[in-house]
């Protein structure tokens, strides 16, 4: 048996890391991520990108005021629908598991948010989280925890929950994350009722996809304390989901909570093309969050269709941590510790932070 070009290792400060096994030529393709474990395209982008592979219509038309929109269309009365680029992507869609039946969970949530909308505004009945009072950042593991085990009593009651549920005003953005939510609540009912097979990254040795998700770093704590605004959002659409979802995926509600705590600072957007002009939803593909940052990355990803691809972009030796970069590193340190900060609760020690912080060069 040949070498393994890379392998996931624990690394010094405790977190995990993919290392080269042997010195890799530039331009290597060394991973190949094969879709997401769970992913939302937003509403507004639906008509526009293919539900298949995620070509986005609009990428040879730069026409303003005339959006392209795909012309195939699959529809069924119990579903949302789906637009593909071709009748290959559509034809593929269709003889697939999982697709169609997020499409149909899909239908299933705008219909309850329409009914949540259509309540009036006020008779709010008093299930909000209980924020600590205080600063934000002395919020603890443990009040987190506290408002979670609340909100699994609450939704214990049929009639209180959906009393709630219709006077909600679910946000636009909340049915966002129910529909990536959902669609993880989706991959992991086909799995564990062998309907397909998914597609599992071969780093790690688990054949098991939600095992491997529940893998991935959690920033939970660090961002209910950045955003505790966010994490009312997280406890509503919790609700909304276990009143919404369909009686199949009842059981699997109890999911919510270790998605969204994996969404932040795991999830990668979808955008446009290279100029990333628009992010048309985002995903979150589990080999690829294996990939720690750095400043100056010896690896790149791209997205070709679905899958996610990793290539070398530099002759990397053995031994040789692969990292990516997860934002623009062109930008100015300062600009890129904030960034890294705000999205992905972390301070960057990366060799080339450390050199133009020791330059003195911070601006
Ligand atoms: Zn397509
Ligand atoms: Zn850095």
Known sequence: MSQPLIDLRTTLHGGRSLF??????PGTIIFACEAPFAHVICKDYRREV????FAYAASNSRNIGDPRTWSIRSRRET????????????????????????ADVNALLAKAKMATRRQPKDGHLGYDPILPNGSTAQITQHQIDKAWADAEEFVS???????????????????????????????????????????????????NPWAEFLGL?????????????????????????????????KPYASMVRGVLARDTGNAFGIWDGDSKDEMLGWGLWVGASYFNHSCYPNVKKARVGRTMHFTTTRSVETGEELCISYI???????QRRQELEDSWFFECRCQRCQSEKSDGCVH
Request: net charge negative; glycine share 4%; proline share 3%.
């Open 79 to 102: 579903a949302e629908s789906a637009w593909f680029c071709t009748d290959g992507c559509k034809i593929a869609w269709e003889s697939g598991v999982t697709g169609p039946m997020i």
């Open 328 to 334: 623009d590193h062109d930008q100015t340190i300062t």
């Open 217 to 249: 770093q959690s920033s939970e704590l660090s961002n209910v304390r950045m955003r505790p605004y966010i994490f009312a959002a997280h406890l509503r659409l919790y609700a909304f989901l276990c009143h919404s979802l369909p009686q199949h995926l």
């Open 157 to 207: 009651s049929r009639a209180r929950l959906s009393s709630y549920c219709s006077t909600m005003n679910l946000e636009d953005m909340e049915l966002e994350i129910s529909r990536l939510v959902a669609s993880a609540i989706v991959q992991r009912y086909v799995f564990d009722h062998g309907l397909a097979n998914l597609a599992v990254s071969s780093i790690i040795s688990t054949s």
């Open 20 to 25: 080269a096994m042997q010195p890799i030529a």
């Open 50 to 53: 293919c539900a298949q592979c």
